[in-house]
């Protein structure tokens, strides 16, 4: 019986070990919770380490994570960066098994206050809301991947500021797909993103009234629209971009008036416009080689100064929307619909237009004039026309009034009246 019952109790021991170590990870993780109150540098040798609340980098401080540390966050936990974050090859990412994009909360930048910053290079974010960086904050990423966020990737308040070099912004979510930008923000905030992949967002770039972008070498693909505009914004671009492979490969002008001048750089692919005027006292300025696109009815109201002058051996072009020689298939319908004269108004100088400011040099003007117009319109205004193909439209050019143009150099044929 003695040596029954010793089997019996080795037995259960057994079982125990098996159940403690089925209940326990492998690995002890190492909490993080409440502020950081002094510079601290996180140790390789602890990770990974569990936020299971909220971690708060206090103004003045800086938090310092060294390669192949990984900081795990809970539900609805947030990073607050009000001094300083240092990372270099460290993983920060959901801590259930099964992680999918917004398992925990944002990374805060700023406090609006103090200017806090962070620097990341060969870091991997991911599986959260996204990165928000307040007036003040300062980020800095370096071959750094940010991964399915459920929001906006990165939100910029007023004077914030993002430098990303390399590395990527991606989503798998659904609701980011149909709803959220990669790169979005406020008046005053200014991103600069060079050799950045983009992908998987409703927008790859959405501009707000007064914001600065700048990008080089970047690509944008499986978004809705890869640029999209709400407002007058500074875009600055170079290099290669890549913005097909999306729903719409157009730049979307999802406004209809100016409340500032505005510059189009030259892209890839078009400006996708509806009715837009240009302001009394506001300057559009285009860029040599760029497209305008304008859907059925729409037209280029001026009321302030309309500058696009094209450089030798190049054009500016304002077309239909329907037309897919230029730019291809923006309205995609395949070959649905060909342009035609009338399919959309032209462009259009009031009275109110200044006219020593107002010129077009080596621009096309195609298939406009609905209504019974020209492709070019004036009343009460004279604008310079010089070196400019107008073609394909209702008329060519329709003068009311007091209007005087300047007209030198210019083809006007292929109108369904007379030019």
């Not at 040596?3 to 909490?31: D, F, I, K, N, Q």
Request: hydrophobic share 35%.
């Amino acid at each position: 019986m003695k040596s029954s019952c010793t089997s019996l109790h080795r037995r259960l021991g057994v079982l125990m070990g098996v159940l403690c170590a089925l209940s326990w990870p492998l690995t002890a993780e190492t909490v993080l919770t409440g502020s950081i109150s002094q510079d601290s540098t996180l140790e390789l040798s602890k990770s990974p380490y569990l936020v299971l609340s909220s971690l708060n980098i206090s103004p003045g401080n800086t938090l310092t994570i060294p390669a192949d540390v990984v900081v795990k966050f809970g539900a609805g936990s947030n990073l607050y960066v009000y001094g300083n974050l240092t990372a270099t090859g460290a993983t920060f990412t959901s801590n259930l098994a099964q992680p999918k994009a917004g398992d925990w909360g944002r990374i805060y930048l700023g406090n609006g206050g103090d200017t806090a910053r962070m620097n990341l290079t060969g870091c991997l974010l991911s599986y959260f809301d996204g990165v928000e960086v307040r007036q003040k904050g300062y980020a800095t990423l370096t071959n750094t991947n940010v991964m399915n966020t459920e929001y906006d990737a990165f939100y910029l308040q007023q004077r914030a500021v993002l430098t990303m070099t390399g590395g990527s912004l991606e989503t798998n979510s659904t609701y980011a797909k149909s709803n959220h930008s990669a790169l979005n923000g406020t008046s005053l905030a200014m991103a600069s993103l060079s050799n950045v992949s983009i992908q998987g967002y409703q927008l790859g770039v959405e501009l707000n009234t007064g914001i600065e972008v700048n990008l080089a070498d970047v690509t944008i693909t499986s978004c809705d629209y890869p640029i999209f505009f709400r407002s007058t914004a500074t875009l600055n671009v170079s290099g290669q971009l890549q913005l097909t492979g999306n729903a719409c490969d157009y730049a979307r002008v999802d406004f209809y008036y100016m409340n500032d001048n505005w510059s189009l750089p030259k892209l890839p692919i078009p400006y996708y416009f509806g009715g837009f005027e240009v302001q009394p006292g506001k300057t559009m300025t285009i860029a040599s080689g760029a497209i305008l696109k304008f859907t059925g009815g729409g037209r280029l109201q001026v009321n302030g100064s309309l500058n696009a002058i094209a450089a030798e051996n190049e054009w500016i072009y304002f077309t239909s929307s329907s037309d897919d020689n230029l730019g291809g298939d923006s309205n995609n319908d395949q070959t649905s619909s060909a342009p035609a004269a009338e399919d959309w108004e032209g462009i259009s100088f009031q009275d109110q237009s200044v006219d020593s400011t107002s010129i077009l040099r080596r621009c096309a003007v195609r298939y406009a004039g609905s209504g019974d117009k020209g492709g070019i319109k004036m009343y009460n205004a004279s604008p310079t026309i010089d070196s400019c193909d107008i073609s394909n439209n209702y008329i060519g050019i329709w003068a009311e009034g007091l209007s005087n143009p300047v007209i030198t150099n210019t083809t006007i044929g292929s109108s369904v009246l007379v030019p």
